[in-house]
């Protein structure tokens, strides 16, 4: 079973940066794409950040460009994505998400982890 396990998360002041980190387990190849989301409370999760299963391909959504970065460590299975010139309305319970391919396909989210944004 696919595990991810998110850190990073925490309290920084507006324009402050971080990075979040997403740790797959029991993955057996570096076939699974990964997506980060985050959530509000009482809002639906938003697409924030995407990366291909050989990290070739990005996409980040508009509220992020410029700001976010998504990069991926097979060999550590690890994604990240750091944060930079953060804004309160950054604030959120960030998610990632894996798609994996080939004989295993999974689905798999991870618990969150918080991060909040203010002065």
């Known amino acids: 079973q696919v595990q991810l396990v998110e850190s990073g998360g925490g309290l920084v002041q507006p324009g402050g940066s971080l990075r979040l980190s997403c740790v797959a387990s029991?993955?057996?190849?570096?076939?699974?794409?990964v997506k980060w989301y985050r959530q509000v409370q009482g809002k639906e999760r938003e697409f924030i950040a995407s990366?291909?299963?050989?990290?070739?391909?990005?996409d980040y959504a508009d509220s992020v460009k410029g700001r976010f970065s998504i990069s991926r460590d097979n060999a550590a299975n690890t994604v990240y994505l750091q944060m930079n010139n953060l804004k309160p309305e950054d604030t959120a319970v960030y998610y990632c998400?894996?798609?994996?391919?080939?004989?295993?396909?999974?689905?798999?989210w991870g618990q969150g982890t918080q991060v909040t944004v203010s002065s």
């Open positions: 990366i291909s299963t050989a990290g070739g391909t990005t």
């Open positions: 998400f894996a798609t994996g391919f080939g004989d295993r396909p999974f689905r798999s």
């Open positions: 029991g993955v057996t190849s570096s076939r699974y794409a």
